[in-house]
């Protein structure tokens, strides 16, 4: 019933606030798995697929993290209808599901990974290890033009709850590894679980990246935007076609505000 409601109420606010019309800045989409599994933040691979069709026909503008960067720094110009993909942690489905889509359309994107679960598999709420990418699907991804590999620390611990010098540790090492294995320079960062705060994003800055992204949910315009807090909305198994319409423009920001007002706990 909650589902539904919440359904509904994107739907209103998608016809009264289109995102083809009222977009004026860009939507930075997080994903974590793409796959077939009971984890809530997992996305069913035909639901991906529908999503990135939706961004195709609709003819948005689906950019790299660094293209949104580079346009931001030069005053903010082009926003309208663009939209940023990301995924986090690094779980192998993004290679086995998520990559031949955006091959597909030609679409880039940006995988944040914990570099001490490569190869491995991770825990999570639900007590579902899933299996995370190797080294040599990342090379293979990274060689490919659309994949950009960066650092979501090696432990994926959160960081406000770590020393200076732990949180130091896990920001930089994890960099370092993934410049060396992949031959390339690392120019953003993904808090794990979204943690940070302003000496964390000092960390990222002094380690040499460029912007950071957050778990907090909104869009980014030309005005008044941090590049080390910059806000993603969220895409899980929650998200329907309408939700996922209302997550690339202003009716998820209204959504938020208004949810803030009825239920301020």
Same mark, same amino acid.
């Given at each position: 019933?909650?589902?539904?409601?919440?359904?509904?109420?994107f739907?209103?606010?998608?016809?009264?606030?289109?995102?083809?019309?009222?977009?004026?800045?860009?939507?930075?989409?997080?994903?974590?798995?793409?796959g077939?599994?009971?984890v809530?933040?997992?996305?069913?691979?035909?639901?991906?697929?529908?999503?990135?069709?939706?961004?195709?026909k609709?003819?948005?503008?689906?950019?790299?993290?660094?293209?949104?960067?580079?346009?931001?720094?030069?005053?903010?110009?082009?926003?309208?209808?663009?939209?940023?993909?990301?995924?986090?942690d690094?779980?192998?489905?993004?290679?086995?599901?998520?990559?031949?889509?955006?091959?597909?359309? $030609? +679409?880039? =994107?940006?995988?944040?990974?914990?570099? %001490?679960? @490569? *190869? !491995?598999?991770?825990? /999570?709420?639900?007590?579902?290890?899933?299996?995370?990418?190797?080294?040599?699907?990342?090379?293979?991804?990274?060689?490919?033009?659309?994949?950009?590999?960066?650092?979501?620390?090696?432990?994926?611990?959160?960081?406000?709850?770590?020393?200076?010098?732990?949180?130091?540790a896990?920001?930089?090492?994890?960099?370092?590894?993934?410049?060396?294995?992949?031959?390339?320079?690392?120019?953003?960062?993904?808090?794990?679980?979204?943690?940070?705060?302003?000496?964390?994003?000092?960390?990222?800055?002094?380690? $040499? +990246?460029? =912007?950071?992204?957050?778990?907090k949910? %909104?869009? @980014? *315009? !030309?005005?008044?935007? /941090?590049?080390?807090?910059?806000?993603?909305?969220?895409?899980?198994?929650?998200?329907?076609?309408?939700?996922?319409?209302?997550?690339?423009?202003?009716?998820?920001?209204?959504?938020?505000?208004?949810?803030?007002?009825?239920?301020?706990?």
């Amino acid at each position: 019933m909650k589902s539904l409601a919440r359904t509904f109420m994107f739907g209103v606010l998608n016809l009264l606030f289109n995102s083809e019309v009222f977009s004026r800045g860009c939507a930075i989409l997080m994903y974590h798995s793409v796959g077939e599994n009971r984890v809530f933040f997992t996305v069913r691979p035909r639901e991906f697929e529908r999503q990135m069709e939706y961004l195709h026909k609709h003819d948005y503008s689906v950019i790299s993290l660094s293209g949104l960067i580079e346009r931001l720094q030069q005053g903010g110009r082009n926003l309208k209808k663009c939209v940023v993909l990301t995924f986090d942690d690094g779980y192998r489905d993004n290679y086995a599901n998520a990559y031949p889509v955006l091959k597909k359309y $030609g +679409f880039p =994107a940006t995988i944040f990974v914990a570099t %001490g679960f @490569i *190869g !491995q598999s991770m825990d /999570n709420a639900y007590h579902e290890p899933l299996p995370m990418l190797s080294w040599g699907e990342l090379k293979e991804m990274a060689g490919s033009g659309i994949i950009d590999i960066e650092p979501h620390t090696i432990h994926h611990k959160k960081l406000t709850e770590l020393s200076s010098y732990e949180a130091t540790a896990e920001i930089q090492e994890s960099k370092k590894e993934i410049e060396e294995k992949l031959g390339k320079k690392c120019a953003s960062f993904a808090y794990p679980h979204g943690s940070s705060s302003a000496s964390v994003e000092d960390l990222a800055r002094g380690a $040499g +990246f460029l =912007a950071a992204v957050t778990t907090k949910e %909104g869009i @980014i *315009g !030309q005005k008044n935007w /941090n590049p080390f807090a910059l806000k993603r909305n969220s895409v899980d198994s929650t998200v329907n076609l309408v939700v996922f319409q209302a997550k690339l423009g202003f009716s998820n920001v209204l959504y938020h505000i208004l949810k803030k007002y009825v239920s301020p706990s």
